[in-house]
């Protein structure tokens, strides 16, 4: 069965870096484009991140653009979020998400929903 | 950026109720939007996704529907295991917004 487990979480203090690790599993890795999606505490849903079927393409949010790089090792079945100078509106659980639809390449749909989800990590900022 | 709107924040209702909730997009998005369930220290669950196509091993009792801006989730009779928190997300265009999220509670 599909699985997404998320690691790297903890207490960093501002301007300070984490990187956020995402093992998968149950499935063809290579053959799906991935995301991370962040949720403050009490509050909704914010997409942050997703990276292309080779790792060739990439997209952020603005709020994170220029700050975070997501990235992925195909061979370890692992994706990355790797989050620098980061600041108190980070705060929030962390999930890595797969868009459902199977492709290659470096090609990245026009969006993406999210059929399977990790369980999330929390990034807490504080000094 | 499309907005996505939630309507309302907050329902209180019973078991067997017939619940819907409301997401209005701020342009058109088509029918590309997903409904989500999420319980408390969970992960989201996808329900429906292309406005009204159920997610394999959702019970029937979801439903979705519309197109362009204005859509619906309804669920035909509520469930102990329903009350919960529900999120819309348009996937129309990156990046993919999220309403605000609804509420349903007892």
């Known amino acids: 069965q599909v699985q997404l487990v998320e690691s790297g979480g903890g207490v960093v203090q501002p301007g300070r870096s984490l990187r956020l690790s995402c093992a998968a599993s149950?499935?063809?890795?290579?053959?799906?484009?991935m995301h991370w999606v962040r949720q403050a505490p009490g509050k909704g849903l914010e997409w942050v991140a997703v990276i292309s079927y080779d790792g060739g393409n990439k997209y952020y949010a603005d709020s994170v653009k220029g700050r975070f790089t997501i990235s992925r090792d195909n061979s370890k079945n692992t994706l990355y979020l790797r989050m620098n100078s980061l600041r108190g509106d980070d705060r929030a659980v962390y999930y890595c998400a797969r868009d459902p639809e199977e492709g290659s390449g470096s090609q990245l749909p026009q969006s993406a929903y999210f059929d399977y989800w990790g369980q999330g990590t929390l990034v807490t900022v504080s000094s | 950026d499309i907005q996505m709107t939630q309507s309302p924040s907050t329902l209180s209702a019973s078991v067997g109720d017939r619940v819907t909730i409301t997401c209005r997009a701020s342009?058109?998005?088509?029918?590309?939007l997903a409904w989500y369930q999420q319980k408390p220290g969970k992960a989201p669950k996808l329900l429906i996704y292309?406005?009204?196509s159920l997610e394999s091993g959702v019970p029937s009792r979801f439903s979705g529907s519309g197109s362009g801006t204005e859509f619906t989730l309804t669920i035909s009779s509520l469930q102990p295991d329903d009350f919960a928190t529900y999120y819309c997300q348009q996937y129309n265009s990156y990046p993919g917004t999220f309403g605000q999220g609804t509420k349903v509670e007892i």
């Open positions: 342009q058109s998005i088509s029918t590309w």
């Open positions: 149950g499935f063809s890795f290579s053959n799906y484009t």
């Open positions: 292309k406005a009204s």
